[in-house]
């Protein structure tokens, strides 16, 4: 009995709507920021034991996290599936195993930045305590995940080449790099080098300019809201739709009326 009551206050905790539970899932976002800017600032120096203490006390935070998630999972083999679930795993053996691989597994830390695509269900908390959030949910969550992306890219890109190329002297300089490959403006004046260093660059140019270019055009495309059509089933209207452009049939969607 004590055991299931402490998984239900668990599970509350993660998926409820009570106030109590809406901060402990924006808590956990601030601990992901937290950590995602501690492995940034960290990556450059020196491993020392104070580091690697405190790499192994935030590894422990997030496996507490974990195994917390899995219990509560109604589903386990499929979260354990999840590119976040793997992401998480990852993070965790780079931080547990620190003390003996160093810097090497420095590079995975990054992957800490994924949970910021899907964090709970601190989405619907904000789509319900925030009508500025309800009427531009597509545009901020699209400009999150193309933030998240740069981001990973960029880190990828300084973890891996810091300390190596003569280019990539801080932070600044990799952002710099990817934002120029990114937009296909492509100085040249920053060059990655290295056989890891040219297959990262392939991978930002393939992958990364079409998902930038996807994420771009999401954000600053017309605005539009949800809204499924009873007749044909599309789901996405300009936000004064009077009609469905696709069948033609009336709608009705509701707004917040003149302000």
């Known amino acids: ?17 009570s106030r109590n539970a809406a901060r402990f899932r924006y808590a956990l976002i ?42 509560i999972a109604p589903d386990k083999p499929r979260m354990l599936r999840q590119i976040y679930t793997l992401a998480d795993i990852l993070v965790i053996l780079s931080l547990v195993l620190a003390p003996l691989f160093a810097q090497n597994l420095a590079f995975l830390r990054v992957l800490r930045a994924l949970r910021l695509l899907h964090s709970y269900h601190v989405l619907r908390d904000l789509r319900r305590e925030t009508p500025f959030f309800r009427r531009n949910e597509e545009v901020i969550v699209s400009t999150v995940n193309l933030g998240v992306f740069i981001f990973l890219v960029t880190a990828l890109v300084f973890v891996l080449q810091f300390g190596e190329n003569p280019d990539i002297e801080g932070y600044v300089d990799a952002l710099y790099f990817t934002v120029a490959t990114l ?8 060059t990655l080098t290295g056989p890891m260093g040219r297959l990262l660059a392939v991978f930002i140019m393939v992958v990364g ?23 044909c089933g599309l789901s996405r209207h300009e936000a004064d ?8 049939v009336t709608l009705k969607i509701e707004t917040e009326g003149a302000g």
């Open 30 to 71: 601030g601990f992901d920021l937290g950590t995602i800017g501690f492995f940034i600032a960290t990556a450059p120096m020196t491993p020392t034991p104070g580091l690697f203490v405190a790499d192994v006390a935030i590894g422990a935070v997030i496996l507490a996290d974990f195994l917390a998630r899995l219990w």
């Open 241 to 248: 739709a009077v009609h469905c452009k696709h069948c033609g």
């Open 209 to 231: 300019v079409a998902l930038f270019l996807r994420l771009a055009q999401t954000i600053f495309r017309p605005q539009k809201v949800s809204y499924t059509c009873p007749q």
């Open 183 to 190: 937009t296909t403006t492509g100085f040249g004046d920053i």
């Open 1 to 17: 009995m004590a055991e299931a009551g402490v998984r239900k206050n668990i599970e509350l905790l993660y998926t409820g709507r």
